[in-house]
């Protein structure tokens, strides 16, 4: 998997952001609603224009469309395909890379086991909770291998009790496939539980990066004082 | 159940019908002024069984067919050009919006100088009268598809091609259908105007020669024929939409 760099970037938001994600690493990016989070995941995977470069293992792929660029993007909203079943949505990706019938559907069996969802195979979006929702888009993201994964909000929409439980599972799976994982959140526990790293961002540029296991050595305080004051995270990681 | 909601469907028709039957038996009107709802059905066999009323409903059924199907493939062209492509929208929308509101009937004085007094008069007419909503219901259709679903099939490698036909027109379906069940009762209603004023044959040419031969019995089954024609088109564009969408929406 990648290490992923950003260099120089600038559009609407950005106004010379750097910045690096290792080889393997699930890196937390937070900050409040406009901090451009989104706009973030959105330049790594070529769907906004921006200046600067974008490098995927020191190779730059400034030019290669959003198509190219392998990367599992789970949305928000999820946006999962409403007119066709789990199956067909989680064969999506490979289905329109030109893989073979037999082997869209060996992909789409092994993603459904992984998602414990077999279950769920012929259903539409429309007939799913919001966590059966979230592993769907989940396992639709990884059917291409992306080389990247970029999670943005994804729990927001989800009750605490399934928020944690999908957190976990995610984690699991990111750790257990080794894919280099970015996920914005405006959610502090959400960050510590998730991330290797943590990044913030304020008003177009990152503020601070945290390590959190310097964290929970130095600054064990702040750390509590963030899981409980997501407003006040920026300021309380510069201390740091 | 199901042939239970038909027969009370039926129920009132036939309820109409014996009062319609009851009210011309007191003779309160001449009968060639209000035919008995018997007298209508026996014309009706009649006009089936010398041929006339099909040789009719078949010059008309062409017509609409004809003009319905180039009007509806070129709205959805058009419309789906215009929805994904913001260049070409801005440069024929000011032009499709001046000529929409125009009434289709209106156009016929034009067509008839330019065209003359033929067979393509009619189908013109329900091409331009099936366009322009078949057009701005696709576009509606393409402009109501979510970004982020767009987005997600781009991450997934799709190509734009692959989008538009794998992603965009599947989720436009139901406001394009939406558009062509409205204009399918339409293209009857124009077809029928465009015969009565200028075309010797079709339903509507039928019901204006039995107006100057005060043919009632006549003019009310051609009547029904166009409304139970209507009433198919309509239907047949719902059990479509409903067979392609009932699964996701």
């Known amino acids: 998997m990648p290490d992923i760099e950003l260099k120089n970037i600038r559009n609407y938001v950005f106004n010379g952001l750097n910045m690096e994600i290792f080889d393997k690493e699930l890196l937390v990016v937070i900050g409040q609603n406009g901090a451009g989070k989104s706009t973030l995941l959105n330049i790594i995977a070529g769907l906004v224009e921006y200046e600067g470069s974008v490098l995927f293992d020191g190779v730059s792929v400034n030019r290669m469309l959003t198509d190219k660029r392998r990367v599992g993007y789970l949305f928000q909203n999820l946006a999962l395909f409403p007119h066709l079943d789990v199956a067909s949505n989680i064969g999506y990706g490979p289905a329109v890379n030109g893989s073979r019938r037999e082997s869209i559907a060996k992909r789409v069996d092994e993603l459904l086991r992984l998602m414990k969802i077999e279950h769920l195979r012929d259903r539409y979006p429309k007939n799913l909770s919001g966590g059966e929702r979230q592993r769907v888009a989940l396992a639709r993201a990884l059917a291409v291998s992306p080389q990247v994964l970029l999670l943005d909000e994804p729990f927001s929409s989800l009750d605490t009790g399934m928020c944690s439980c999908i957190r976990q599972e995610i984690k699991r799976i990111q750790k257990g496939l080794g894919i280099t994982t970015v996920l914005v959140t405006h959610d502090m526990a959400e960050a510590k539980e998730m991330g290797d790293r943590i990044v913030a961002i304020n008003g177009g540029e990152v503020r601070e990066v945290a390590d959190l296991q310097r964290m929970y050595r130095n600054y064990p305080d702040d750390l509590h004082h963030l899981q409980n004051c997501t407003g006040c995270a920026i300021e309380c990681y510069c201390k740091g | ?249």
């Open chain 2, 1 to 249: 159940m199901r042939t239970r909601n038909i027969l009370d469907g039926f129920i009132p028709i036939i309820a109409f019908a014996v009062i319609w039957e009851g009210i011309a038996w007191l003779h309160i009107v001449p009968e060639y002024i209000f035919p008995s709802f018997s007298a209508v059905m026996r014309e009706f066999y009649h006009l089936t069984v010398n041929g006339v009323l099909l040789n009719n409903l078949a010059s008309s059924l062409f017509r609409v067919l004809a003009g319905f199907l180039l009007g509806s493939v070129a709205g959805i062209m058009m419309g789906t050009v215009m929805g994904c492509r913001q260049i070409i929208n801005r440069s024929f929308n000011p032009i499709f919006t001046l000529l929409y509101p125009i009434p289709t009937l209106g156009w016929a004085p034009l067509l008839m100088i330019w065209i003359g007094i033929n067979e393509m008069l009619p189908i013109i007419l329900i091409f331009l009268c099936s366009f322009f909503p078949v057009l701005y219901n696709t576009i509606t259709g393409i402009r109501s598809v979510d970004d982020d679903v767009i987005k997600a099939a781009k991450t997934l490698g799709a190509s734009d091609r692959k989008i538009l036909t794998s992603v965009i027109l599947p989720l436009a379906v139901p406001n394009i259908f939406t558009g062509l069940r409205l204009e399918a009762g339409m293209a009857w209603r124009v077809v029928i105007a465009a015969e009565m004023v200028a075309i010797p044959t079709g339903i509507g040419a039928l019901l204006i020669r039995s107006e100057s031969l005060l043919r009632v019995d006549i003019i009310i089954v051609c009547l029904m024929v166009l409304s139970v024609m209507c009433l198919v088109f309509e239907r047949f564009f719902q059990y479509i939409e409903t067979k392609m969408t009932k699964e996701w929406r």
